[in-house]
Nanobody, 115 residues
Framework: QVQLVESGGGLVQAGGSLRLSCAAS????????MGWYRQAPGKQRELVAT???????YYLDSVKGRFTISRDNAKNTVYLQMNTLNPEDTAVYYC?????????WGQGTQVTVSS
């Protein structure tokens, strides 16, 4: 059974930082492309960042230079370090794993940035 469990969300003031974690089980983590998505109220879910099995990364333009995705294969965990947060970053953040056509999602963690 695949499980992706996010943690680290919360309430932070604009300009602050948060670090999200996603612990994976039930998948061969080392070969998975891991990603973070977010969904703000009334908006579609959008891709924030991904990291492949070989460490290649992708970022949404609006988070480049502020967010960093990383992974620890020994701990089956992917992280999203978020710095210089602004109210537009407020959303539920979801962890995602992809191995070929097999996609799994976490339950999400709320990030709220106050102005």
């Amino acid at each position: 059974q695949v499980q992706l469990v996010e943690s680290g969300g919360g309430l932070v003031q604009a300009g602050g930082s948060l670090r999200l974690s996603c612990a994976a089980s039930g998948i061969i983590f080392g070969i998975a492309t891991m990603g973070w998505y977010r969904q703000a109220p009334g908006k579609q879910r959008e891709l924030v960042a991904t990291i492949t099995s070989d460490g290649s990364t992708y970022y949404l333009d609006s988070v480049k230079g502020r967010f960093t995705i990383s992974r620890d294969n020994a701990k089956n965990t992917v992280y999203l370090q978020m710095n210089t947060l602004n109210p537009e970053d407020t959303a539920v953040y979801y962890c995602n794993s992809r191995i070929g056509g097999l996609v799994n999602w976490g339950q999400g963690t709320q990030v709220t940035v106050s102005s």
